[in-house]
């Protein structure tokens, strides 16, 4: 079936720490793959999204590149601002409709 | 251009009431997602409609569950005699129609809160 595993947190990094969330998934074919993200008090919001292997998305600092030959879709950014602290889903989109989502990483960014 | 709302925001509930939320989706937007999302677990789709037509149905979406999206537009999502077990965010998401080479990412509203006592 499709799936999708995170990186268990929470996570709690200082300030312009190195940030890496891993994401795996489990699915037949080319899924299509995403990062949400979820802002205390507010609804999920994409953060990035790649379509085929090799492609990287990027959005405000984070990146994630397709790793088809690993079934991977790692998050990554290079400092972390407090305006980072956030839950993060790593989710898939097969052909169809439906979205699979991993369970979330809360992360959380001291100063 | 407005995002997707959903009313009410929050719900408190006595065990074996009927609540029902509704969802306006973007406008133009023809799919429409009803998700639900427990404490530290990730959205778990429940139904998904394209335009009026209920097309997936999630195992998750028991009997006691009824999805409507009459005219395309809005929908509801009501559940009947509701049981502590359904306290979640109950999302709901919508998506421009497919088109080549769109990812067909969803957006997502502020979801409803329900707790059934």
């Known amino acids: 079936g499709n799936s999708v595993t995170q990186m268990e947190g929470p996570v709690t990094l200082s300030e312009e720490a190195f940030l890496t969330i891993n994401c795996t998934y489990t699915?037949?074919?080319?899924?299509?793959l995403f990062w949400y993200v979820q802002y205390p008090g507010e609804g999920l919001q994409l953060l990035l999204k790649a379509t085929k292997a090799d492609d990287k998305g990027s959005n405000k600092g984070f990146e994630a590149t397709y790793r088809k030959e690993t079934t991977s879709f790692h998050l990554e950014k290079g400092s972390v601002q407090v305006s980072d602290s956030a839950v993060y889903f790593c989710a898939l989109r097969k052909a169809g409709n439906q979205f699979y989502f991993g369970t979330g990483t809360s992360l959380t960014v001291i100063p | 251009d407005t995002g997707v709302s959903q009313d009410p925001r929050h719900k408190i509930t006595k065990r074996g009431q009927n609540v029902t939320f509704r969802c306006d989706p973007i406008?133009?937007?023809?799919?429409l997602y009803w998700y639900r999302q427990t404490l530290g677990q990730g959205p778990e789709f429940l139904t998904y409609f394209q335009n009026e037509a209920q097309l997936e149905k999630s195992r998750l979406l028991s009997d006691r569950f009824s999805a409507e999206r009459p005219k395309g537009s809005f929908s509801t999502l009501e559940i009947q005699r509701t049981e502590q077990g359904d306290s979640a965010m109950y999302l709901c998401?919508?998506?421009?129609?497919?088109?080549?080479?769109?990812?067909?990412?969803?957006?997502f509203g502020e979801g409803s809160r329900l707790t059934v006592l």
């Open positions: 699915a037949t074919g080319y899924p299509s």
């Open positions: 998401a919508s998506s421009p129609p497919f088109r080549q080479g769109a990812t067909g990412e969803l957006f």
């Open positions: 406008s133009e937007h023809n799919r």
